[in-house]
């Protein structure tokens, strides 16, 4: 059965420091929860902090570590890029793949992030491959069309094998960082489509096995109501995972 996954993604946020800092902080605070808990807790460092914060994550606890993207190559002459295997190499287990601001930004593509899968995988890296729609479309009511393209272009190219081991963020561009939350019934809505194009493409079975995140403006005060939906496995969580409280509220939120 899925897991239920709250990941943090820092962004270009944090010394090391402040990130050594809000490590302590979130640790304690979730310690009285790891016993027994079923929530898996993914932080999202930027690169020059991953090995230190690693090494901080008790070890076999709640606590695990992601990055923020990785290159398709395993090695070679790609200055200031990092490869999966790299990552891998300093304790990551997971990828966040596809971010809107990656697409958005740097100009990743369907091609591009498809050959980023399949080095995350290639590494032993379980991949968060996001997904979502501006406002534009979202307003012009092609959200699922084009959702549905997201997927099948950039991910649903994986084997049975593959797609086991990744998990889907709907991250409504729109909601991220502007203090405008999806409702629970959109976010519902759409999870509910990712997982029926899942069994689409895949099995029921697939379908079902697959935790997909709500990302976007999820707060300590909308987590509860947003994880109460059917189809919605947890959050990948921005701002608010930057202050240790309102993340491990969040975390609290299942
Ligand atoms: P916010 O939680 O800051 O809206 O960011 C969401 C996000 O982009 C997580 O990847």
């Not at 640790?27 to 929530?39: C, D, I, K, M, Q």
């Not at 699922?144 to 963020?169: C, P, T």
Request: proline residues 2%.
């Amino acid at each position: 059965m899925r897991k239920n996954i709250v990941a943090g993604n820092w962004k270009m946020n944090l010394t090391l420091s402040e990130a050594q800092a809000l490590v302590t902080e979130i640790t304690s605070l979730v310690a009285a929860e790891a016993a027994g808990s079923t929530v898996e807790v993914v932080v999202c460092p930027p690169f020059p902090l991953l090995s230190a914060v690693g090494q901080q994550l008790p070890q076999g606890g709640m606590l695990h570590l992601g990055a923020q993207n990785c290159h398709q190559k395993e090695s070679g002459a790609y200055t200031g890029e990092v490869s999966a295997r790299l990552l891998a190499s300093v304790g990551c287990e997971y990828v966040i793949l596809g971010h809107s601001e990656r697409r958005q930004y740097f100009r990743e593509d369907d091609e591009q992030l498809s050959q980023k899968l399949k080095a995350a995988l290639a590494a032993g890296l379980k991949p968060i491959f996001c997904v979502g729609e501006s406002l534009e479309t979202r307003e012009a009511d092609d959200t699922f069309d084009y959702i549905g393209r997201q997927l099948k272009d950039g991910l649903f190219h994986l084997s049975n094998e593959e797609f086991a081991q990744v998990v889907v963020a709907y991250e409504p561009i729109w909601a991220i960082g502007t203090g405008k939350t999806a409702t629970s019934q959109q976010a519902q809505e759409v999870h509910a489509f990712i997982r029926e194009q899942i069994a689409r493409a895949y099995s029921a079975e697939a379908a079902l096995n697959t935790t997909i995140l709500y990302g976007g403006s999820a707060n300590a005060q909308n987590a509860r109501e947003l994880f109460g939906q059917t189809d919605v496995d947890g959050g990948l969580i921005g701002g608010a995972s930057l202050k240790a409280r309102d993340f491990t509220e969040i975390i609290k939120s299942f």
